[in-house]
């Protein structure tokens, strides 16, 4: 038996694959530096993207139609600092939109960003796909687990709209 495909012949097809360790995350209003915020950057995702679609009858059948898209929430997981600095930015940013002493909102434009991108990297460090985020704010500030049990570092995840 000798099959017609091979390691070769799928290398001409495919010349590499996307591996899901190799990104960066650029939020520029916590941190200029890219790659020092990557390193405390555990994980995060693309998000999905869903076209929302109404449903109507006409002449008796059903018919739908798109109306629209959304993406689903953007999360991503932090290592947290010795000082816990990163969080910290983080709560101040919430604060931005919501004063918490105050009870006062803020207008959108004081809190929304659209610099905050995700690139995904080749295997030596190329950006190859590029997600620009507009109008995006966190939306959650994810718990840290403490315990005397605990020996891996803390964490936590920041839920992004």
Sequence with gaps: FQSRYNLH????????ISRPYLFMVELPNIDTDARKLTAF????????????????????AKR?????ATFE?????FITDQ???????????MNQAYDPHQNSNASPHSYKYDGVKVHQ???VGEKVQTYQFIGLFPKSLGKIDLGH????YSKFTVSFE
């Design 149 to 152: 049990d605990k020996t891996d």
């Design 83 to 93: 000082v816990y600095s990163l969080r910290s930015k983080f709560l101040a940013w």
């Design 64 to 68: 739908k139609v798109v109306n629209g």
């Design 9 to 16: 012949s799928f290398r001409k097809v495919i010349d590499d």
């Design 121 to 123: 990297l080749s295997r």
């Design 73 to 77: 929430d953007w999360e991503v997981e």
């Design 41 to 60: 950057a555990a994980s995060t995702s693309i998000p999905a993207y869903n076209l929302n679609v109404d449903e109507f009858e006409f002449q008796g």
